[in-house]
């Protein structure tokens, strides 16, 4: 199974303002999720859109997440059994 949205958030917040990580929606199979944690200290869940990441404007994942600022560390979290 996933970590569940309590741990995210948990663990996120251990490491403060600007780190995220990238999951499965729990809630759109199949979509990606940042879990991050803003600048006000609060943890955000954002939905990767199709406008975020497409291959006819040319946009990438990582072209995302490099335009975007407050996103600086990206954790890795094992998944549990």
Request: charged fraction near 15%; hydrophobic fraction near 40%.
């Amino acid at each position: 199974g996933f970590l569940s949205r309590e741990a995210i958030d948990a663990e996120l917040q251990s490491y403060g303002p600007g780190a995220f990580l990238l999951r499965y929606s729990t809630q759109v199979p199949g979509e990606i999720v940042i879990s991050f944690v803003s600048g006000n200290s609060s943890t955000k869940h954002y939905l990767v859109g199709e406008s975020d990441v497409s291959p006819k404007a040319r946009h990438t994942l990582a072209a995302f997440l490099w335009r975007t600022p407050t996103l600086k560390h990206i954790l890795r979290l094992p998944f549990c059994a």
